[in-house]
């Protein structure tokens, strides 16, 4: 167990739906990084805040929203879905704001279904 | 451009075995970070090791052996006596500081069978 949650760990929707995403870090984590992994693009680094504060983008697209709240957990918005948003979206908490000296971890992850 | 490549898509090996997962990035950073993680059959993402590109110094850990090679930008990874339980996508990835801070991109992972 890497003391990151991640709810709900399934979710079925249909297309041009919205849905919430949320992540608890590990106690103490200050960043929460967002990653989607899928069939077509494999894992792909979204998002990560770090005590609040967008730190760095990767490849989110602009229907994909994040934030991170003051008691540091963090929700990951995708709105007007379609078929290729069906994946598996990881979070992952670290202590500080870079990967230069972190170990990030991992949460189970949660399984979007788009129909 | 950062890439990451990792040419084998799967690998079977029969326990015991050594076996070496190949990683080859590309970038144009001085300052960079080398990842392995591991995604065993229950699809949780366990961190290996982390690398970061002053440190040429390969590791060792257990069974589990890194070689980084600057001059050839490969970041290999090395089984030991291998194990059925080390049967996992294994994923190679590269952070570079961008704009406000670090972006990672993965290779599209290794798949390794570790026969009885």
């Known amino acids: 167990d890497s003391g990151v949650t991640q709810t709900p760990k399934h979710l079925i929707t249909a297309t041009g739906q919205r849905v919430t995403l949320r992540c608890s870090p590990r106690s103490g984590d200050l960043s929460v990084y967002w990653y989607q992994q899928s069939l077509d693009q494999g894992l792909q680094f979204l998002i990560q805040y770090y005590n609040g504060e967008e730190r760095a983008k990767g490849n989110i697209l602009e229907r994909f929203s994040a934030q991170q709240f003051p008691d540091l957990h963090s929700e990951l918005n995708l709105s007007s879905l379609e078929l290729g948003d069906s994946a598996l979206y990881f979070c992952?908490?670290?202590?500080?704001?870079?990967?230069?000296?972190?170990?990030?971890?991992f949460g189970p992850g949660t399984r979007l279904t788009v129909l | 451009a950062q890439k990451v490549t990792q040419a084998q898509t799967e690998i079977s090996v029969v326990e015991k075995e050594d076996v070496t997962l190949d990683c080859v990035y590309e970038t144009r950073d001085t300052t960079y970070y080398l990842f392995w993680y591991k995604q065993p059959p229950s699809g949780e993402l366990v961190f290996l090791i982390r690398?970061?590109?002053?440190?040429?110094q390969n590791e060792i850990s257990g069974r589990y052996s890194w070689n980084f090679q600057k001059s050839t930008s490969s970041f290999n990874f090395t089984i030991t006596a291998s194990q059925v339980v080390d049967s996992a996508v294994y994923f190679c990835?590269?952070?570079?500081?961008?704009?406000?801070?670090?972006?990672?991109?993965f290779g599209a992972g290794t798949r390794l069978f570790v026969k009885a």
């Open positions: 992952a908490s670290s202590p500080s704001a870079t990967t230069s000296t972190d170990t990030q971890y």
């Open positions: 690398r970061n590109s002053f440190d040429e």
């Open positions: 990835a590269l952070s570079e500081a961008g704009t406000g801070g670090f972006k990672t991109i």
